[in-house]
């Protein structure tokens, strides 16, 4: 994060960031549209309608709007911070972005490409909301002169093609994560108000109700499918579990000034949110990750040790640098995989799927 090289200072450090595809940076997906079109909700139409009744009285409709004193707020607060954490933030910022802007894109085309009435519907709600949320960041960008070009990211991100099943998996639990991460930062300012550093975090709550609800609305899909949640697929769900928990750490420890300006340590922090995380989850995956083996911790240590060495060589380049950042990958893999072996729990299916964010 020293290198100014990784540092956001214009309008095209910030673009560069937000199209460049890492092992650590949101992705955009696209995905079996058909087979997206063949989804069949029935089997638990009245939850489903329920929910679909919350996306269309959208009680979000007239949350993602600034006041005047925002940009000023804004601008005075950061100006204040020190470099380290400026540049954490931005990060912070561009990334938010591209991942809420991922979802949008995403569920824009699926809706564009089904004639599931449900499927169609329920994506167009979110993405109504990933499309406030992406523009509500945009304009945080803007206040520093950092804007980014929607379209322009849009036309020329690399896409991965995932199975929709895999996107069920991976989007699940994103938009879950999400919450878990936003409400405990926004439950954090509430008990240090003097902490906060930018005005957005005042939005976080009712933000991340409607990541709740996208979460609720792929349990929904998953438990009218339990064939996605059997035999070979719990090793995917396996998989994602920790793939998107293992990311998590080694990102928030990778740039631990921003959690440590809000007062929060990144490894509490971290496992704060795979506790909230893994209490959702139970409405839906039969295994869980166990958070608590005590290997678990170590080995995401280790894991990061990985990260920092491997970038360490791809920050040297040159022959010895090339070397070094592979064999710390393949280290890396290797600490991944013994990290999957570790015993998961058991989880038995609850009756009723949908939860409430309560947390
Ligand atoms: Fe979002
Ligand atoms: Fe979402």
Not at 44 to 56: G, I, L, S
Not at 157 to 174: C, E, G, N, Q, V
Not at 296 to 316: I, P, T, V, Y
């Amino acid at each position: 994060m020293h290198n100014a090289s990784h540092e956001i200072n214009s309008v095209e450090d910030a673009a560069r960031k937000a199209v460049t595809d890492n092992l650590f940076a949101p992705r955009f997906y696209t995905t079996d549209f058909a087979a997206m079109d063949r989804l069949n909700v029935e089997p638990v139409r009245a939850e489903w309608d329920a929910m679909m009744a919350e996306y269309e009285g959208d009680n979000n409709h007239d949350h993602f709007q600034r006041d005047a004193a925002f940009a000023d707020e804004a601008r005075e607060l950061f100006a204040k911070l020190p470099h380290e954490l400026q540049q954490e933030f931005l990060d912070f910022l561009v990334s938010s972005l591209t991942s809420e802007f991922s979802g949008c894109v995403l569920y824009n085309e699926i809706k564009r490409n089904v004639s599931n009435p449900d499927i169609r519907q329920l994506m167009e709600y979110m993405a109504r909301d990933e499309s406030r949320h992406a523009g509500f960041i945009n304009s945080s960008l803007k206040d520093y002169g950092l804007g980014i070009d929607l379209g322009n990211l849009k036309r020329s991100k690399h896409y991965t093609y995932f199975k929709p099943k895999y996107i069920m998996y991976a989007t699940y639990l994103s938009e879950k994560i999400g919450y878990a991460r936003y409400i405990r930062i926004f439950r954090q300012f509430e008990q240090y108000p003097e902490r906060r550093f930018h005005p957005i975090f005042r939005w976080f709550q009712r933000w991340c109700n409607d990541e709740f609800r996208h979460g609720e609305s792929f349990a929904l899909i998953m438990r009218a499918h339990p064939e996605l949640l059997r035999g070979g697929n719990v090793l995917w769900i396996r998989f994602f579990l920790l793939a998107v928990y293992a990311t998590m750490y080694v990102r928030d420890h990778t740039r631990p000034a921003l959690k440590q300006a809000m007062g929060l340590e990144p490894t509490e922090y971290d496992f704060e949110v795979f506790r909230i995380c893994n209490e959702i989850t139970k409405q839906v995956f039969p295994v869980l990750l166990d958070i608590d083996h005590p290997a678990f911790h170590a080995n995401l240590e280790r894991l990061f040790h990985c990260s920092q060495k491997a970038d360490e060589g791809k920050q040297a380049g040159g022959l010895f640098g090339s070397l070094k950042r592979a064999a710390w990958s393949v280290a890396g893999a290797a600490v991944f995989v013994r990290m999957y072996f570790i015993p998961v729990k058991q989880n038995e299916l609850p009756q009723q799927t949908r939860m409430q964010p309560s947390w």
